[in-house]
């Protein structure tokens, strides 16, 4: 039964993989960030683009 105990006691104490999650968690977090401010800035982002390309449009010579 001592053994039992021990064993289970070592697989729960195992911190192999703790590194890749915390990795796994710090890449979450910056993925939902990025997300949100794309969400956010993603229509204010688009209308700058339509405004440098209707400027590049009406500047560009009449052939």
Same mark, same amino acid.
């Given at each position: 039964?001592?053994?039992?105990?021990?064993? *289970?006691?070592? !697989? #729960?104490?195992?911190?192999?993989? /703790?590194?890749?999650?915390?990795?796994?968690? $710090?890449?979450?977090?910056?993925?939902?960030? *990025?997300?949100? !401010? #794309?969400?956010?800035?993603?229509? /204010?982002?688009?209308?700058?683009?339509?405004? $440098?390309?209707?400027?590049?449009?009406?500047?560009?010579?009449?052939?």
């Amino acid at each position: 039964m001592t053994k039992l105990y021990v064993k *289970v006691r070592n !697989l #729960l104490n195992r911190e192999e993989g /703790q590194g890749m999650v915390e990795y796994a968690m $710090i890449i979450g977090l910056v993925a939902i960030g *990025v997300l949100t !401010l #794309l969400s956010l800035m993603g229509t /204010q982002i688009g209308d700058i683009f339509r405004q $440098i390309t209707q400027t590049l449009t009406d500047a560009a010579p009449v052939q």
